[in-house]
């Protein structure tokens, strides 16, 4: 069964400096999608950025971009220039490309952006 | 505009009670789903339904149950059973589509508290 580990329960940046939040999953498929959700304090969940495993070039959206590692089965989400607004929690999340439409969530980083 | 309506937003439920919590969709989408979130947990999926009429158990399925009798609804009864069911509840749903990099859409969750 695939699982996903975020291993960093809380992260703190200074406003314009910038943070890398870790995502590492388990998997033995070779197809698949992965994605990055933030839930502010509203606990809404927006999504952030995904990416698709068979696309080398890493995605961008912006002030947020991922570090894709599909060997080493990492997938690090990177914030620049961290604007308060920025503040919430961050999930990763996996999902198989074909079959079934399960989505896995890891457990969360909680990122404090300090003024 | 489209979207996922859950309601009620706070609900309180008294011991030996059912409740039900409500999702709503306009979105068109196939697949649904219900994830409890409890702090430090981040999100476990309860039940899950691609089809009306068909739907799956989740990783904590005891103590729930749903329906889906169209494509538009899927409400999450939390029975007597279930002893611990304080939480936050958030429905998605998603297409469902062969090599489809679509995200989930989320609800804004139903807060569940016991009286």
């Known amino acids: 069964a695939q699982t996903v580990t975020q291993s960093q329960p809380e992260m703190s940046v200074q406003e314009a400096e910038t943070v890398t939040l870790s995502c590492t999953y388990d998997?033995?498929?070779?197809?698949?999608?992965l994605f990055w959700y933030k839930q502010p304090p509203s606990r809404q969940m927006i999504l952030v950025i995904r990416?698709?495993?068979?696309?080398?070039q890493n995605a961008t959206e912006n002030r947020f971009s991922v570090n894709f590692q599909k060997a080493a089965k990492s997938f690090s989400l990177k914030i620049s220039d961290s604007q308060l607004g920025d503040a919430a929690m961050y999930f990763c999340a996996y999902r198989s490309a074909p079959g079934t439409y399960k989505y896995i969530f890891g457990t969360g980083t909680r990122l404090k952006v300090l003024a | 505009d489209g979207g996922i309506t859950q309601s009620p937003k706070y609900l309180f439920r008294k011991e030996g009670q059912n409740v039900t919590l409500s999702c709503e969709q306009n979105?068109?989408?196939?697949?649904m789903y219900w994830y409890r979130q409890d702090p430090g947990q981040g999100l476990r999926l309860i039940y899950y339904s691609q089809i009306v009429n068909d739907f799956q158990k989740g990783d904590i399925a005891e103590g729930y149950s749903v329906s889906r009798e169209k494509k538009e609804s899927f409400p999450l009864t939390v029975t007597s059973a279930q002893k611990n069911p304080t939480a936050f509840y958030l429905c998605?749903?998603?297409?469902?589509?062969?090599?489809?990099?679509?995200?989930?859409?989320f609800g804004d969750g139903t807060r569940l508290s016991i009286l």
């Open positions: 990416q698709e495993a068979y696309k080398q």
């Open positions: 979105l068109n989408h196939d697949a």
């Open positions: 998997t033995s498929e070779s197809d698949y999608y």
């Open positions: 998605a749903s998603s297409i469902m589509a062969y090599n489809s990099n679509q995200p989930q859409h």
